[in-house]
């Protein structure tokens, strides 16, 4: 039995999905007080020129391995070659984003104004 892959239906649908995981809490939470405190415009123009460099090649790349591979974060990478260095580069992938979501479930509960009410 083979199932469909399900897929999105836009490039749009893509694109928001993916900066909206890429963006996180610390650049919604950090950007705007690290702005202001560090010189402003200077900061940002600094920013763009990371994501530029930096961000949309690593974006890019991901791309790559997922249409390559077409499956999940560990058996993508370890589909690209059959040294087991790349299985290893997958599950770091996967424990990655395990790690990030017990940090911001740990930073929110922190900053929620409910936290420190009792």
């Not at 990478?77 to 979501?101: C, N, Q």
């Amino acid at each position: 039995m083979t199932q469909e892959r399900v897929s999105f239906g836009s490039k749009l649908g893509m694109v928001l999905a993916t900066a909206g995981s890429a963006v996180g809490l610390g650049n919604v939470w950090r950007f705007p007080y690290m702005a202001g405190d560090n010189g402003g415009a200077a900061f940002i123009l600094i920013y763009i020129m990371c994501i530029m460099l930096l961000g949309i090649p690593c974006m890019m790349s991901e791309f790559i391995i997922g249409r390559h591979g077409a499956a999940n974060t560990a058996r993508a990478y370890s589909r690209m070659d059959t040294h087991k260095a790349w299985r290893f580069v997958g599950l770091m992938g996967v424990l990655t984003g395990f790690l990030i979501t017990g940090y911001y479930a740990g930073a929110c509960s922190i900053s929620s104004p409910r936290a420190w009410a009792s």
